[in-house]
């Protein structure tokens, strides 16, 4: 009987290490990187609840990978002058992909969503929410990634910014690629560039599109 009480205890703690181990991850902050610009400014930048949802995709092509991507990129300028701050802040991702078929593979993106909040109050980096109705309804890109192996690096889109703190929201944005053979990998990045070419970007981890 004290044996299997031993071995009805050990199960059940088993059971409450698997339950602990598989809860539900929260939103937050991912990554972020911080540069003195050369008038001696602090520039910060972050990246907020980055989800890349690969999906199966709708040509049934075995070289097209495609995806859905939402997440927030927030900025921050501090020292003297920090509200005299202009620039363009920049999302977009680095791929890797082992070979491609043809003549190269070609990547697009569109954003159907994104918004755009340089407003001061209490949320991350002083601001609040998001401001509808979106900036952009819609931002399509394509490129041309030329043949593999190798890891190109597109910026999906930019905006102008100006103040001391803002963030740019991208919700369901869709990206494809097409004509690449094996796995894609690809790692966000968010970029702040000051007008007097000064700059920061912070790098994600890779998502795997397999």
């Known amino acids: 009987m004290k044996v299997f009480s031993r071995v009805l205890v050990a199960i059940l703690a088993a059971f409450a290490t698997m339950f602990v181990s598989t809860g539900t991850s929260h939103a ?4 972020e990187l911080s540069v003195v610009d050369g008038q001696g ?13 690969g999906v199966f995709p709708l040509d049934r092509n075995r070289l097209t990978r495609e995806w859905f991507h939402s997440g927030k990129a927030s900025y921050n300028v501090a020292g003297e002058g920090a509200d005299e701050f202009e620039g363009v802040l920049e999302l977009g991702y680095q791929v890797g992909f ?8 070609n990547f697009s993106y569109t954003t159907p969503n994104i918004a755009f909040d340089g407003l001061e109050g209490g949320g991350p980096f002083g601001f609040d ?9 819609g931002v399509s890109i394509s490129a041309d990634l030329g043949n593999g192996p190798g890891i190109q690096e597109v910026a999906t889109f930019s905006v102008d910014v100006a103040g001391e703190a803002g963030a740019v929201v991208v919700s369901n944005a869709h990206g ?12 966000p990045f968010a970029r702040l560039i000051s007008s007097t070419g000064d700059s920061v970007t912070t790098y994600g981890e890779p998502w795997n599109m397999n």
Request: aromatic share 8%.
């Open 41 to 53: 400014r602090t520039l910060t930048i972050q990246q907020w609840d980055t989800f890349l949802n």
């Open 176 to 187: 494809t690629v097409t004509g690449a053979a094996g796995g894609v990998l690809l790692r």
């Open 98 to 105: 082992p070979w491609s078929l043809g003549v190269g593979i």
């Open 28 to 31: 937050g902050l991912d990554n």
């Open 129 to 137: 929410g998001i401001v509808t109705p979106p900036l952009f309804p």
